[in-house]
């Protein structure tokens, strides 16, 4: 995972050890390595400019120099995810004898603005979910009687993205989480799909009759129409025939949201949607996190505010002294 700018560097050969270890050990996709390390190598680079020769000569001024001109630049979101990713790769450069000792441990992390999720109330989803149901149901009668491979391909889209949309609301699950899913995963039996999340950690998550319905269609219906040799076990299926990306579900979320009239969102609005609804229906915190996969409660808490939000709003609509 050489970058050029490492061949010759001081920190070039423990940066590469910092990599394997991240993808060894904490079980990381190389995408996520890469911008970690990076992260590493950007403040290694400002820091050698500074006069810095090996770790044990990087000083904490240093460090902040360094954050400091990254914030002329960079959103404080984005200040805050480097600073994370330094003050991280010292706790592992002490750890392993690197450094005599961890200069970043002081580091402070720029506090940024949580927003809440955007998320669809309840009846903006039934909105949503009617309306592909819908179309997909009349795509079924229309592909079973057309005679035109192009006709059918188009009908059989609309059955997929019903699937596709139905599971994202039922389970809540990342849009990488949904593309990663082969026909193993799914139990028709008790209505549940095993998922590999972040880390390839895996859980088991239950989803509802509708998306049952839906996917039994996608698998008996569509998914025969699409499939090839370049199809493998893949549950969902673009049209050539191969795993469907994540660029095309993104793009169907779009597209079902516009012609469903309701505002406009992504797969993770949709994931936001589902765990708001389960709070606001009495589910427990700690069963959405397990659901959602969420290696922090604090992440799941963030959806309890949106429950409060939205339940100020109907406050201030409903009660006449409010």
């Known amino acids: 995972m050489k970058s ?5 560097a001081w920190y070039a050969q423990t940066l590469d050890e910092y990599a394997t270890f991240l993808i060894a050990n904490r079980g990381l996709s190389e995408h996520t390595v890469r911008a970690y390390v990076g992260d590493v190598e950007r403040c290694c680079i400002y820091v050698t400019e500074l006069g810095a020769s090996s770790w044990n000569t990087i000083t904490l001024d240093m460090l902040r120099n360094w954050m400091a001109t990254e914030a002329q630049h960079i959103a404080k979101s984005s200040l805050a995810r480097r600073t994370v990713s330094v003050r991280q790769f010292f706790v592992w450069a002490t750890e392993h004898h690197v450094c005599a000792h961890n200069v970043a441990a002081v580091l402070q992390i720029p506090k940024t ?14 909105r949503l979910m009617d309306e592909v149901d819908a179309e997909a149901v009349e795509a079924q009668h229309e592909a079973a009687d057309s005679t035109s491979l192009c006709y059918e391909r188009r009908e059989v889209s609309t059955i997929r993205d019903c699937a596709i949309l139905e599971l994202l609301y039922a389970t809540g699950i ?13 139990n028709m039996t008790n209505r549940t799909i095993r ?6 950690k895996q859980r088991v998550v239950p989803y509802g009759v509708p998306a049952q319905r839906a996917l039994d ?3 008996n219906v569509g998914r025969p129409r699409f499939a090839s040799d370049q199809s493998e076990q893949a549950l969902f299926l673009g049209v050539r025939g191969s795993r469907i990306n994540q660029r095309i579900v993104r793009a169907v979320v779009h597209r079902e949201a516009a012609r469903a009239g309701v505002p406009d969102i992504s ?3 949709l994931r936001h949607s589902a765990a708001t609804h389960l709070l606001d229906g009495g589910a427990d915190l700690r069963e959405v996190q397990e659901l959602l996969g969420h290696s922090s409660l604090g992440t799941t808490q963030r959806y309890t505010h ?3 939000g939205q339940l100020k709003q109907r406050y201030a609509q409903a009660f006449p002294r409010a």
Do not use: F, M
């Open 174 to 186: 990342r849009v990488a989480e949904l593309t990663g899913l082969n026909i193993a995963d799914v």
């Open 195 to 200: 998922v590999t999340g972040k880390g390839n």
């Open 306 to 308: 949106v429950s409060i």
């Open 267 to 269: 797969p993770h609005a």
């Open 217 to 219: 269609t996608w698998l």
């Open 113 to 126: 603005a949580k927003p809440l999720p955007a998320v669809l109330n309840e009846q903006q989803a039934e």
């Open 4 to 8: 050029s700018s490492q061949q010759t």
